[in-house]
C-alpha cells in the first residue's frame, strides 16, 4: 500500500460524499443496514466510517434507543458524516485506529465496516481488535470491493489513465481497493484472528451516474487516486478525468450511465 493511499484530504471527501456515495456506494450501505437491523443490536460500533453512508442508512434502519458509536482513522471524512447527522443523538463520532481501538472489551453488539478492510495494514491483528470488543454473540459485518475487472467504471478509468501515464500507470484502484477479494485469504485472516462462524457471498449491483463526467469526476478526484495523478503531473488533473470521461462515454453512451459492480459481503461471528 503506498503512503498516500489513505490520504482523504483536500476537496477529496466533500467529492467523495457528493459523487462517489450514490455512484457505488449507497446501494451496500443499504444492504449492510439491512444485516445490521437483523441483528437488532443495542450497541452498535463503525469503524472506517468514511462520510457516513453506512452510518446513515443503519440509523434509518434502528430504533431511537440505540448507541451508535462511528469512528474513522481520517478526521475530515469523519467530519462530513457528523455534519451530515448532527441531529442524530444516537451517534457518537470518534477519531479512531481500526488497528488499535480504544473501546473495552466485550462493548459491542455488532461492529460494523464498509469498503474500510482493504485498508488495513494487518487485517488479522485488526480483526482480532474487532473480536475483542465484540459481545460473546455479536457480529462482525463488512464488506470489501471484489477484482477491478468485475467493477466496470472503476476499470474503465484505470486502463485510460494506464495510456495517459504508460511508464507508470496509476494503481490505486488495483493496489487497494480491489486488492482484497480472495475468499480463502479473507476467511483465513477472520479465522487467525479468532472468528469461528463465517459466512462469505458476492454480491453484484449496477453502479449510476447521471454523465460520464460525473464518474469520471467521482473516480478521479474524489478519491487517493487523485493524489496519484497529481504526484505524477499536477497540471493534468484535468486532462485525466476527461480522458476518463471519454473511455467510459465510448463504453457506457453519453447520457445517464450504469456499470457492474461487485463486492464480497462477510459476515463473522465468534
Known amino acids: 500500500m503506498s503512503s498516500t493511499d489513505k490520504v482523504f484530504a483536500g476537496s477529496i471527501p466533500k467529492l467523495y460524499d457528493e459523487y462517489l456515495v450514490p455512484m457505488i456506494f449507497a446501494v451496500y450501505a443499504e444492504d449492510l443496514a439491512r444485516r445490521i437491523a437483523a441483528r437488532s ?7 472506517a466510517a468514511g ?5 446513515r442508512a443503519v440509523a434509518a434502519a434502528l430504533p431511537r434507543g440505540i448507541r451508535y458509536v462511528a469512528t474513522d482513522l481520517n478526521e475530515p471524512m469523519l467530519a462530513v458524516a457528523a455534519h451530515r447527522q448532527a441531529d442524530d443523538d444516537r451517534i457518537t463520532w470518534r477519531q479512531a485506529d481500526a488497528m488499535a481501538l480504544p473501546f473495552g472489551d466485550a462493548e459491542f453488539d455488532v461492529v460494523c465496516c464498509q469498503f474500510g478492510a482493504m485498508f488495513f495494514p494487518d487485517r488479522i491483528k485488526a480483526y482480532g481488535d474487532v473480536k475483542r470488543v465484540l459481545k460473546g454473540d455479536g457480529t462482525f459485518v ?5 477484482r477491478i475487472e468485475d467493477n466496470s ?3 474503465d478509468a484505470t486502463v485510460a489513465l494506464g495510456k495517459l501515464f504508460p511508464e507508470d500507470p496509476p494503481r490505486f484502484m488495483v493496489r487497494t481497493p480491489h486488492g482484497y477479494y480472495d475468499k480463502d485469504v479473507i476467511r483465513s485472516d477472520l ?6 462462524d463465517i459466512s462469505i457471498e458476492t454480491r453484484s449491483e449496477l453502479a449510476h451516474a447521471p454523465s460520464p463526467d460525473y464518474a469520471a469526476i467521482a473516480l478521479c478526484q474524489g478519491t487517493p487516486l487523485r493524489s496519484e495523478i497529481e504526484a505524477r503531473d499536477a497540471s493534468k488533473l ?3 478525468t476527461d480522458l476518463v470521461a471519454e473511455a467510459i462515454r465510448a463504453r457506457h453512451g453519453s447520457g445517464p450511465i450504469e456499470g457492474k459492480i461487485q463486492a464480497i459481503v462477510i459476515e463473522a461471528r465468534i
Open 153 to 155: 467504471l472503476t476499470h
Open 41 to 47: 443490536p443495542s450497541v452498535l460500533l463503525e469503524i
Open 191 to 196: 479465522e487467525g484472528a479468532g472468528f469461528r
Open 238 to 240: 484535468q486532462v485525466a
Open 142 to 146: 463488512f464488506n470489501v470491493w471484489d
Open 51 to 55: 462520510t457516513g453512508a453506512v452510518t
